[in-house]
Every structure is written in C-alpha cells, then in structure tokens.
C-alpha cells in the first residue's frame, strides 16, 4: 500500500448535505505536495513538468485531477515546492476547476432549440 494512501478512516470537516466542492480537489492537492515532500526526484519533475508528473504519478499511485484542473496547474511557473504550494492553491480555486453544485436542478435540453444543424 502506498504512504498516500495510509488513512484508515477520514471524517469529512464539514457536517452539510452537500460537501463543500473544493474538499476533493483540496486532497488531491494534498496528496501531490506529499509526494513532492517524500521524493526530491518527483519534486523537480513537478517543478519542470508539472502535467507529465501528474500523469505519471507517484509510485504508482494517479492523480484525480480533471482535465480543467491539470490545464491551470500545467501553467504554474515555479521555483520552489513552497511557490508551487502557494500557486497550485490559486489555480485550483479558479471558477473552470470548481466543479458543479450536485444540488443544481438542470432543465431538460428540448426546452432549448438545437443550435447543432
């Protein structure tokens, strides 16, 4: 079993019906810094080639980051795990990353005309 995946019960940290969206993305986040922490190699992968080592992984462990999310943490630029700390958090709160309410009720598509043709 990998050292990311070494809890043996989580608890969410909020009591609401519907979790707060940033909860999941905040864990993967989490996990990629711990990575980085564990293995100096993985670190400057990630701070040369942050999609590739996303990819990739880490000790065959994949990371869940949607498309939207790896595109804005393929533009961080940074120098040190602490920079890219700091910008991986901004680039994952930006509006394309959050992901839909699941509470949201959406009309049925033949309300809309077909724009397709």
Excluded: W
Aim: aromatic share 10%; proline share 7%; hydrophobic share 35%.
């Amino acid at each position: 079993m990998s050292a990311l995946n070494q809890i043996d019960y989580y608890q969410p940290s909020s009591t609401q019906l519907y979790p707060n969206p940033y909860e999941a993305v905040l864990m993967e986040c989490s996990r990629l810094i711990h990575a980085a922490v564990i293995s100096k190699h993985f670190l400057n992968s990630l701070l040369t080639n942050p999609l590739k080592s996303i990819e990739d992984g880490f000790c065959g462990e994949k990371f869940s980051f949607s498309k939207e999310e790896k595109q804005q943490i393929t533009n961080i630029r940074a120098s040190s795990l602490a920079e890219f700390s700091q910008l991986l958090l901004q680039a994952v709160q930006q509006p394309c990353c959050l992901p839909a309410p699941t509470g949201l009720v959406f009309a049925h598509s033949d309300t809309y005309p077909d724009f397709s043709a």
